[in-house]
């Protein structure tokens, strides 16, 4: 059992008490954009903010560009930042179908969309982007509540901010209705305002795909030394290998480290035994990167995770490597095997999450 604070008990029935009957998520669906088109069966519009009304747009289509004093609305200039469009059926932006309603602003640096919808309907689509629909039911509620905590946390600290997360990879991936399933949708009922809290605050529950026999601590995988983010067994492994090479050309050590490379040893690991910092003789001289430098030189996506041994091969670099994702808090594959075993979403969140305690916010 978590100890329990004054400060997180007063946070806590500060957001039990602003969680209404339907706690609402805002969500940027497309950033920097020249150009928004928003479709939509019965599409509405309402030009004057929170304030306005919303009037019918016959054509069921509008065209919207940002300019100097505030938006172009289908050629009409309007001299205001935000547009707010709501359809009887699912709106379409950004080539994704959308519930609830849509706000177009003018950023800094073109037009922002963001998507204003309940935060359970949210989690269904995220649940179909996050975790295969066909995992065991107590892994996708797992999921659901790993997913809602991470939203709720992320909504608190953006408070006041046009949106509160992200649709991609960076925040949670959100793709819109169409990720939703019946298998996602009833994990998110079946765990309806349930998040993990410590100290009565919803923790910063990160998630990954493998983590290949251990997660990784928090401090190490993510620079967070948070108590519930702990080095954890897990039988991931036992469900699917998660074992990969990657091979990267001399050509491709030259885009990443400005040259050959001659020799390469991992000279400091984690007590899991993920890289921490990896030592490189170049053409000329040599350099010790650290391990999420030099993921991030490799690229995320092909560098799949810093569990790996690492050689030389002529010129070029071949990495031997197991797990996929920074290793932190619950691992998808750990959680479909434990579901698997029979265990309940409740106990696979215990395990991830050591120390936390659920809590129904609504
Ligand atoms: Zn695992």
Redesign the pocket.
């Known amino acids: 059992m978590a100890r329990s604070s004054v400060f997180g008990v007063l946070l806590w029935l500060t957001i039990a008490a602003q969680a209404r009957a339907v706690e609402v998520i805002r969500i940027a669906v497309a950033e920097n954009a020249d150009l928004l088109t928003v479709e939509g069966v019965g599409l509405q519009i309402k030009r004057l903010g929170e304030s306005g009304s919303y009037e019918p747009v016959e054509s069921g289509r509008i065209r919207v560009l940002p300019s100097e004093r505030g938006l172009v609305i289908d050629g009409k200039p309007l001299d205001q930042p935000d547009v707010r469009f709501r359809a009887t059926g699912m709106l379409t932006c950004a080539r994704e179908r959308l519930r609830g309603e849509l706000e177009i602003r003018r950023g800094s640096r073109g037009l922002v969309a963001v998507n204003i919808l309940p935060l359970e309907e949210y989690l269904a689509a995220v649940l179909g982007s996050e975790m295969p629909p066909t995992f065991p039911p107590e892994a996708l509620k797992a999921q659901a509540v790993a997913a809602r905590t991470y939203a709720v946390r992320k909504k608190i600290e953006a408070a006041g901010r046009p949106y509160h997360l992200g649709a991609t990879w960076l925040d949670q991936v959100y793709g819109g209705a169409s990720r939703e399933t019946p298998s996602t949708r009833a994990a998110v009922e079946a765990t309806q305002g349930e998040v993990l809290t410590y100290e009565m605050e919803p923790i910063e529950a990160y998630f990954h795909s ?6 990784e601590a928090g401090a190490d995988a993510l620079g967070r030394p948070l108590p519930y983010l702990q080095e954890v067994e ?4 036992t469900a699917q290998s ?1 074992a990969w090479t990657l091979d990267l050309s001399p050509a491709e050590c030259r885009k990443a480290f400005g040259s050959i490379v001659r020799e390469v040893d991992v000279v400091d690991r984690s007590r899991s035994g993920r890289a921490r910092r990896i030592a490189i003789t170049l053409g000329r001289g040599s350099r010790v990167y650290n391990a999420t430098d030099f993921r991030r030189r490799l690229g995320y996506e092909r560098l799949r995770s810093l569990d790996f041994q690492a050689e030389v091969s002529s010129g070029g670099l071949r990495l031997h490597g197991k ?1 996929s994702g920074h290793g932190a808090g619950m ?4 959680a479909r ?1 434990y579901a698997d075993q029979g265990w309940d979403y409740r106990q696979i969140l215990d395990h991830y999450y050591p120390g936390t305690e659920l809590r129904k916010m609504y």
């Open positions: 493998a983590c290949g026999g251990h997660t897990c039988p991931c492994e998660s797990g691992c998808q594959w750990g095997t």
